[in-house]
């Protein structure tokens, strides 16, 4: 091999790869490097025999769909101010009572882990 071609094949190293997903003869899910064909443990940002960079996102969403479940996103526009965990300034929150007094409520009961990505 060249070392022209070493380091084309170091560069493309250097950009995700989806991990494959193998089942074996008894049923069990393993995963492996789609470089190498080695298998890799669960969340390793990179191969250690090849040293190929690996993408799990494939296995997250495939793992959700055997869960029964899927990942829905929205996008609307929220005032400049707009900071997370903030509901009186979030579009989709609403007015609820509590204790004879009303608050600002997430629809998706997530107010003190708010999901929303602010770009």
Known sequence: ???Q???REQLIKQFDADVSIIK???G???YACPS???YVAISNRKCSVCDQTLNWEHVRNHEMELQGKRIATISFEVPADFTKSYCRKCPISYIAKQDNDKVYECPLGL????PIEIK
């Open 24 to 26: 074996d003869e008894a």
């Open 28 to 30: 069990v899910i393993h």
């Open 36 to 38: 190498c064909q080695r």
């Open 111 to 114: 107010r003190n882990n708010c």
């Open 1 to 3: 091999m060249s070392l």
């Open 5 to 7: 071609e070493s380091l």
